[in-house]
């Protein structure tokens, strides 16, 4: 359906285009949609960015950065060279009017090339701090308005680095931007699998009467990382894994799998529903922080047989740093659905394998009739490696005995026989003719900051943090976190073996 919405002619204008994610997501992705025919031929890129480039520079780096990815589709001949003649770059100080104003010149040449409106997309692609001040000079120059054109802005995480500090940029960006032309960017959301959890609950009448607190045990969502710091000290020291990861892409999540039926697949009803989830989350008192939340740090280990150091040995991280790189928390939903069923979401760094996962665990069979005990049912959707879904559930083995074994029911997406697009490729398209049904609105990071903020205050407040901290590292790189985290799961429960 979304292939069948082409976008009117425009303009992309990536702020940072020099950067890490413009070379090795954003460039790949918008070639693999032009490649596809999905931009029409009236479609051109401007690089914007603060290293003096000219525009072959610039052509030269991008069609270096197509050939080194490993994202790009097989490249047809020719398309290279024809990609090739829609770049421009432009560069300048981000605090000056310099910049916007060539920016704002590219955009009349674009008009001039393609005819038509002068409809640009803004994607910020730059570190936070730059957030306001490119925002605010695309206002000074006019480019934020749409009486010759859409103008909208595209905004990469992280949006904010507390709830004061979200609100604050939040009236910032709105002072040049109305909320219809922002789109907060969250890769997560783009991935075929969490678009196939509203798909499979809302699409089969088999799964959503079994969706809520009569049949629902709890909910497991893990995203586990093997990799360290690779590099992102500076980043990472500042953000740690709350910022990083739970506050932003395990929320989205957990919010998409809690939330109502929408009245319709369109972008107000379904974020209309995911607010009310995460306004229905039980508030965490500062006293009851430590009972449903588990914060750690990765120590020295053993990762795919080759030893690894500790966090506080990677480049560039101060010794005594107690930067969190896990979180577990549990959480539950004051609602009629979910009443009583906890949540449970967890991320770290040095885990043993890359994975995301979403898993709806069931509540056993009221009758115990079998010898043995039974297992409780799983529904998995992977969101990556291998997105696809699964179903566990006991059955019988052969013979005269009637013994019951756990089973699996799996579903690939290499079903269909078609590669999966990158979730850059949909989250650019959907940007492109105005669809904003997965990015977050404001009203939800609001909330999604409200919800980790009082987290982040008791761990951050904690006596002697800097001189002592918390008794850092707490678990072995190429382990599935600290002890503390199994406890949080109770008696009954236990994390998934992924």
Same mark, same amino acid.
């Given at each position: 359906?979304? #292939?069948?919405?082409?976008?009117?002619?425009?303009?992309?204008?990536?702020?940072?285009?020099?950067?890490?994610?413009?070379?090795?997501?954003?460039?790949?992705?918008?070639?693999?949609?032009?490649?596809?025919?999905?931009?029409?031929?009236?479609?051109?890129?401007?690089?914007?960015?603060?290293?003096?480039?000219?525009?072959?520079?610039?052509?030269?780096?991008?069609?270096?950065?197509?050939?080194?990815?490993?994202?790009?589709?097989?490249?047809?001949?020719?398309?290279?060279?024809?990609? %090739?003649?829609?770049?421009?770059?432009?560069?300048?100080?981000?605090?000056?009017?310099?910049?916007?104003?060539?920016?704002?010149?590219?955009?009349?040449?674009?008009?001039?090339?393609?005819?038509?409106?002068?409809?640009?997309?803004?994607?910020?692609?730059?570190?936070?701090?730059?957030?306001?001040?490119?925002?605010?000079?695309?206002?000074?120059?006019?480019?934020?308005?749409?009486?010759?054109?859409? %103008?909208?802005?595209?905004?990469?995480?992280?949006?904010?680095?507390?709830?004061?500090?979200?609100?604050?940029?939040?009236?910032?960006?709105?002072?040049?931007?109305?909320?219809?032309?922002?789109? #907060?960017?969250?890769?997560?959301?783009?991935?075929?699998?969490?678009?196939?959890?509203?798909?499979?609950?809302?699409?089969?009448?088999?799964?959503?009467? @079994?969706?809520?607190?009569?049949?629902?045990?709890?909910?497991?969502?893990?995203?586990?990382?093997?990799?360290?710091?690779?590099?992102?000290?500076?980043?990472?020291?500042?953000?740690?894994?709350?910022?990083?990861? @739970?506050?932003?892409?395990?929320?989205?999540?957990?919010?998409?799998?809690?939330?109502?039926?929408?009245?319709?697949?369109?972008?107000?009803?379904?974020?209309?529903?995911?607010?009310?989830?995460?306004?229905?989350?039980?508030?965490?008192?500062?006293?009851?922080?430590?009972?449903?939340?588990?914060?750690?740090?990765?120590?020295?280990?053993?990762?795919?047989?080759?030893?690894?150091?500790?966090?506080?040995?990677?480049?560039?991280?101060?010794?005594?740093?107690?930067?969190?790189?896990?979180?577990? @928390?549990?959480?539950?939903?004051?609602?009629? #659905?979910?009443?009583?069923?906890?949540?449970?979401?967890?991320?770290?760094?040095?885990?043993?394998?890359?994975?995301?996962?979403?898993?709806?665990?069931?509540?056993?069979?009221?009758?115990?009739?079998?010898?043995?005990?039974?297992?409780?049912?799983?529904?998995?959707?992977?969101?990556?490696?291998?997105?696809?879904?699964?179903?566990?559930?006991?059955?019988?083995?052969?013979?005269?005995?009637?013994?019951?074994?756990?089973?699996?029911?799996?579903?690939?997406?290499?079903?269909?026989?078609?590669?999966?697009?990158?979730?850059?490729?949909? @989250?650019?398209?959907?940007?492109?003719?105005?669809?904003?049904?997965?990015?977050?609105?404001?009203?939800?990071?609001?909330?999604?900051?409200?919800?980790?903020?009082?987290?982040?205050?008791?761990?951050?407040?904690?006596?002697?943090?800097?001189?002592?901290?918390?008794?850092?590292?707490?678990?072995?790189?190429?382990?599935?976190?600290?002890?503390?985290?199994?406890?949080?799961?109770?008696?009954?429960?236990?994390? %998934? #073996?992924?």
């Amino acid at each position: 359906m979304r #292939r069948n919405r082409a976008p009117e002619p425009a303009t992309l204008v990536i702020f940072g285009a020099t950067g890490d994610l413009s070379r090795r997501k954003l460039l790949p992705a918008v070639f693999g949609l032009w490649q596809d025919g999905l931009l029409g031929s009236a479609f051109n890129i401007v690089g914007v960015g603060r290293q003096e480039m000219t525009d072959e520079a610039f052509k030269d780096y991008a069609i270096a950065a197509l050939k080194e990815s490993k994202e790009t589709d097989a490249i047809q001949p020719g398309s290279l060279e024809k990609f %090739r003649d829609l770049l421009y770059y432009e560069y300048g100080d981000f605090a000056g009017d310099e910049v916007y104003d060539l920016v704002g010149k590219e955009l009349d040449r674009a008009e001039e090339a393609h005819g038509g409106r002068k409809n640009a997309l803004f994607y910020l692609s730059t570190p936070p701090s730059l957030f306001e001040p490119i925002s605010n000079g695309l206002g000074r120059l006019g480019l934020a308005d749409q009486s010759e054109g859409w %103008r909208r802005l595209v905004i990469e995480k992280p949006f904010g680095r507390d709830l004061a500090s979200a609100r604050e940029l939040n009236d910032a960006i709105h002072k040049v931007w109305d909320e219809s032309q922002v789109y #907060r960017i969250d890769h997560y959301l783009g991935k075929e699998t969490v678009q196939n959890l509203m798909a499979i609950r809302f699409g089969n009448a088999i799964f959503e009467p @079994l969706w809520n607190r009569g049949y629902v045990d709890h909910v497991q969502i893990t995203a586990s990382e093997d990799l360290g710091l690779e590099g992102r000290a500076g980043y990472y020291e500042e953000a740690g894994v709350v910022r990083d990861m @739970l506050q932003n892409h395990l929320m989205q999540l957990f919010a998409l799998t809690a939330m109502e039926p929408p009245a319709a697949f369109d972008a107000d009803a379904i974020r209309d529903e995911k607010v009310k989830v995460l306004r229905a989350v039980k508030e965490i008192p500062s006293g009851r922080v430590k009972s449903v939340a588990v914060r750690g740090q990765y120590g020295p280990g053993t990762m795919y047989g080759e030893k690894v150091t500790g966090y506080r040995e990677e480049p560039n991280v101060k010794p005594g740093s107690v930067t969190p790189t896990y979180v577990a @928390l549990k959480l539950e939903v004051d609602n009629w #659905r979910w009443q009583g069923v906890p949540f449970f979401l967890r991320t770290g760094k040095r885990l043993p394998k890359k994975v995301t996962e979403i898993a709806v665990v069931f509540k056993r069979p009221p009758l115990g009739i079998f010898p043995g005990g039974l297992e409780r049912n799983v529904l998995a959707f992977r969101i990556q490696p291998d997105e696809g879904v699964s179903l566990k559930f006991s059955s019988k083995t052969p013979g005269q005995e009637m013994v019951l074994r756990e089973v699996v029911m799996d579903f690939r997406y290499d079903a269909f026989g078609a590669q999966l697009e990158s979730p850059y490729s949909r @989250l650019l398209l959907d940007a492109m003719v105005g669809d904003a049904t997965l990015f977050p609105r404001e009203d939800e990071v609001d909330l999604a900051w409200q919800i980790v903020s009082g987290i982040l205050d008791v761990w951050e407040a904690e006596p002697g943090r800097r001189e002592k901290g918390p008794d850092f590292p707490n678990y072995t790189s190429g382990t599935w976190g600290p002890d503390e985290a199994d406890e949080l799961m109770g008696d009954d429960r236990r994390w %998934r #073996r992924l």
